[in-house]
């Protein structure tokens, strides 16, 4: 897609997901419906690539792969 940015997620809330694409740019996007069907979930500190939806609105399309992640216990 010729649209495509990188980033890095710095913030979720809620389904919404805060990402500083290498460019600069702070951006608040939802991730596309193939991460809920597969079950992914992005982490603060995923590097992710953004595409755009059908309404040209910003999304997360892919994420890279992970080194680490910090995850909080239940309870």
Known sequence: MANERNGRVISSDGGLYGVYTDDGQRVLCKPRG????????????????????????????????????????NG
Do not use: M, S, Y
């Open 34 to 73: 193939k991460f809920r069907h597969e079950k992914l979930r992005l982490l603060v500190g995923d590097r992710v690539t953004l595409e755009e939806d059908e309404q040209r609105n910003p999304c997360v399309g892919k994420i890279d792969e992970r080194k680490n992640a910090l995850i909080r216990p």
